[in-house]
């Protein structure tokens, strides 16, 4: 099942403009990623944020992280056409270790970026 | 070493058939993880390997799926009488053994079952 949920499902911006997306989540948790997809490729790793942490940033990325309302956001400054991407966010579980370790990604419906010229 | 490596990139099989996929992690990578992604939808966790020892399967993995790591190195995933609704994208991710660390995700398997 999926853990997360993005908001919104699609989002179209002028290049230049700020992107935010969203994404809440159900459970409690070890850390949050955001991911970026583009059309029919693998994930990439955009930024990790664990969950004593409150925001960062990485380039033109702004991730903040409020545990308390289970939910994260996701804010690209400035965008550009090459943005243009699906975005997931992806959460570990916290509690869910046993033996070696367990750890499992699991991913949210993402939100579908497109950023015209 | 430039990343997870998955072969093959796209496969075309009849129904009923058995395919199987190959997945080449970052050889420093211990975990190894396969998730499926049908369109429109985020990638769902199938199963995952420490090292050789395959820890957790989803229940999405049905019987008629089998993966291996054998000596800890590339992963294979088989799926035995393929089904159309097994048509999706097959994604292969590997990363190091720290909890709080990133996935480094391959270009996946895409199947179509006609």
């Known amino acids: 099942s999926q853990q997360g949920e993005e908001d919104p499902q699609a989002l179209s911006i002028q290049e230049g403009e700020n992107a935010t997306m969203n994404c809440s989540y159900k459970?409690?948790?070890?850390?949050l990623q955001w991911y970026r997809q583009n059309s029919g490729r693998g994930l990439v790793h955009l930024i990790l944020?664990?969950?004593?942490?409150r925001e960062k940033h990485s380039g033109r990325l702004r991730v903040t992280l409020d545990t308390s309302k289970k939910s994260s956001s996701l804010l690209i400054t400035a965008s550009r056409a090459a943005d243009t991407a699906s975005y997931f966010c992806a959460t570990v579980r916290s509690g869910t270790y046993s033996g070696a370790g367990s750890y499992q990604l699991t991913f949210g419906k993402g939100t579908k970026l497109s950023v015209i010229p | 070493d430039t990343g997870v490596s998955q072969n093959p990139r796209h496969k075309i099989t009849k129904r009923g058939q058995n395919v199987t996929f190959r997945c080449d992690p970052i050889s420093e990578h211990n975990r190894l993880y396969w998730y499926r992604q049908t369109l429109g939808q985020g990638p769902e966790f199938l199963t995952y390997?420490?090292?050789?020892?395959?820890?957790?399967k989803s229940r999405l993995l049905s019987d008629r799926f089998s993966a291996e790591r054998p000596k800890g190195s590339f992963s294979t995933l088989e799926i035995q009488r393929t089904e159309q609704g097994d048509s999706a994208m097959y994604l292969c991710a590997s990363s190091l053994w720290d909890t709080n660390t990133e996935a480094f995700f391959g270009q996946g398997t895409r199947l179509t079952v006609v």
């Open positions: 944020i664990r969950s004593n942490e």
């Open positions: 459970t409690s948790i070890n850390n």
């Open positions: 390997f420490q090292n050789e020892a395959q820890l957790e």
